[in-house]
Nanobody, 124 residues
């Protein structure tokens, strides 16, 4: 059974930092590209960041570039999203996703498995 379990969400103030994690099981993690997406109420799911199999390549949405950092630990089967200088518009449910073909793109249909999400709320 494939499981992606996000953790680390919460309520923070604007300007604060937060790190969310995603623990993966049931997959050969090191062969998967990983992505983070988010969805705010009433809005479509949007790409946040992606990382290649070995972590050498990363992609970011323009809205988070310079503030967020995606990383992975293949020994722990875990991907992270470090979020700094948080803004109220970053409020959303954050989802991690796995692409078994290792593409590390912004396109949600490239991702085969998804977590249940973790809520991040940024107050002004």
């Amino acid at each position: 059974q494939v499981l992606l379990v996000e953790s680390g969400g919460g309520l923070v103030q604007a300007g604060d930092s937060l790190r969310v994690s995603c623990a993966v099981s049931g997959l050969t993690f090191s062969t998967c590209a990983m992505g983070w997406f988010r969805q705010a109420p009433g809005k479509e799911r949007e790409f946040v960041a992606a990382i290649s199999r070995n972590g050498d390549n990363t992609n970011y949405a323009d809205s988070v570039k310079g503030r967020f950092t995606i990383s992975r630990d293949n020994a722990k089967n875990t991907v992270y999203l470090q979020m700094n200088s948080l803004k109220p518009e970053d409020t959303a449910v954050y989802y991690c996703a796995a692409d078994v073909f290792g593409r590390a793109t912004y396109y949600y249909r490239h991702y085969n498995y998804w977590g249940q999400g973790t809520q991040v709320t940024v107050s002004s």
